[in-house]
């Protein structure tokens, strides 16, 4: 027994030790490259009071007097170039999000839109726009929430509030071209009819929210609509220049291409309570600029000092998803205060659980869960019943550098759980005897190191059923200490047998 998992084990673990930094998602890559292309530019940016009397004097003219909606309607954008991908998408957590497709002006768009509760109730809801220039959507709302860039907005459904993630034009193999923060703000508008649609959603209490490019989308909207019953920006520019201007699709020799993607000018437009966030060391300056600018009531502003353009999502999304599921009155009364803000940016780092996914083995009997991001290849071989389980990617978190080996023991195999016990008694092993799913068990806890001087933490689980000994061998890098034990006991804790 120890032979077999041990062998697996070194396997695995140096092809596991190759790997540290690839990324979550292709979204999250493209978020993180636009996010970071507009800091750059904002650490560029020396003046920005030139902005702000450009804004306001343009308030004073007829064309500064009419409402975004109306200008934004009547303006025809130009496209210099016509950009779009097929990228696929990946399927969802069944019975946790739903990949649907929504109606705008330019055709059928596709979605991930939390499932039905099933309690008969009117949820609320969150329109969550990532960040950089990707028009797409792929897994990043269930990847790992890094604490210092949680671009996800997954704290928004880990409180139980629904979300709703939309691709837009000319993303994944839908109609139409990238625009460049025009055409998009459409598409955000058509979400919400979407949103508001569903019979589980209450469509007085759906909320925006976006990061970065998606924060300045999210202004953008909340400058064209008002149906949104608050909107949530973090790290949105003032005008559009300031972001990556290699990802322009349009005329840019022409002036009002940018001012019909540019916030600032339409300030006046919002009528929904409107919270911008951003660090101190991020697009600070713009979101100054904004606060300067704006004589709009509805609009609310936060710098907070020492934090930057990303470190600001993690501690902050779970103080508005309470803010969230909170306002259940008429009309929405969020309210919140730099200080409250300052206080959450103190909080510890959370280690939120995976979403999980179940597997059942009708021959074994067994059924248990384990994280939907994670592959279980079958490595049976000369008769063995033997599974490795790995996550899809190799961050540097609990969640993707784990390993777990399921293997399950015939009665012709000779290994039973006295056995085992017995085993790893004599090597000197702490073994805790337990019951896990009504049945007999044991666990060992112990340090392992591989061939190439890497420590791991090793948790071995033991359990008799009948003739059969089922184990679970799951492996953690020993830096990583013991903030995996929670993901292993939720799995370990989803153990049933018939």
């Not at 308030?59 to 170039?81: K, N, W, Y």
């Not at 990946?90 to 330019?106: A, I, M, N, Q, R």
């Not at 790992?144 to 509030?161: K, M, R």
């Amino acid at each position: 027994m120890a032979n077999k998992t041990t062998g697996k084990f070194l396997v695995a673990v140096m092809a596991a030790a190759m790997c540290f930094t690839a990324a979550c998602s292709s979204s999250k890559n493209t978020a993180d490259s636009g996010a970071a292309t507009q800091t750059g530019a904002e650490t560029a940016r020396v003046a920005d009071t030139e902005s702000s009397a450009e804004a306001k004097s343009s308030a004073e003219d007829p064309a500064g007097a009419q409402s975004f909606a109306a200008a934004h309607d009547a303006f025809q954008t130009t496209l210099v170039e016509h950009n779009s991908d097929d990228d696929p998408i990946p399927d969802p957590p069944e019975g946790f999000f739903d990949l649907v497709h929504y109606s705008s002006k330019v055709g059928d768009l596709a979605a991930y839109v939390s499932s039905d509760p099933g309690d008969g109730e009117k949820h609320p809801m969150v329109i969550w726009v990532v960040g950089g220039w990707g028009n797409g959507i792929d897994d990043f709302p269930w990847c790992y929430p890094e604490w210092d860039n949680d671009q996800t907005g997954s704290a928004f459904w880990q409180a139980g509030v629904l979300m709703m993630y939309p691709s837009f034009r000319g993303g994944n193999g839908n109609p139409g071209n990238y625009e460049a923060l025009f055409g998009e703000v459409d598409d955000i508008a058509s979400a919400y009819d979407y949103a508001a649609s569903l019979p589980y959603v209450d469509p007085d209490r759906i909320y925006l929210g976006g990061h970065s490019t998606g924060g300045t989308r999210a202004l953008l909207a909340a400058e064209y609509t008002d149906k949104f019953r608050a909107v949530f920006g973090f790290g949105a520019v003032d005008k559009i220049e300031y972001h990556n201007n290699s990802q322009f699709t349009f005329d840019t020799d022409n002036e009002e291409e940018y001012r019909m993607r540019s916030p600032i000018y339409w300030l006046d437009s919002v009528k929904t309570p409107t919270f911008l966030i951003e660090g101190s060391d991020g697009n600070s300056s713009n979101l100054k600029n904004i606060e300067r600018t704006s004589e709009n009531d509805n609009i609310h502003c936060y710098i907070m000092e020492g934090q930057d353009h990303f470190s600001v999502l993690a501690p902050l999304t779970p103080v508005l998803a309470q803010k969230i599921l909170s306002d259940t009155g008429a009309e929405c009364n969020i309210a919140i205060t730099q200080e409250e803000l300052d206080e959450a940016m103190k909080q510890d780092p959370v280690i939120p659980l995976p979403v999980m996914q179940q597997c059942t083995m009708e021959e074994l009997g067994i059924t248990f869960s384990y994280p939907y991001l994670w592959d279980m290849e079958d490595v049976s071989e000369n008769g063995e019943i033997s599974y490795t389980l790995t996550s899809r990617y190799e961050d540097d978190n609990v969640w993707d550098m784990s390993l777990l080996f399921f293997d399950a023991y015939l009665p012709e195999e000779g290994v039973d759980l006295q056995l085992a016990m017995e085993s790893y008694t004599a090597d000197g092993f702490d073994v805790e005897e337990k019951t896990i799913g009504g049945f007999p068990a044991m666990e060992v806890v112990a340090m392992q190191e591989n061939d190439y001087g890497d420590v791991f933490k090793t948790t071995f689980v033991a359990i008799q059923k009948d003739d059969i000994l089922f184990t679970f061998d799951f492996y953690i890098y020993e830096e990583l200490g013991d903030d995996a034990d929670p993901m292993f006991d939720a799995i370990i804790d989803s153990i049933a047998f018939e």
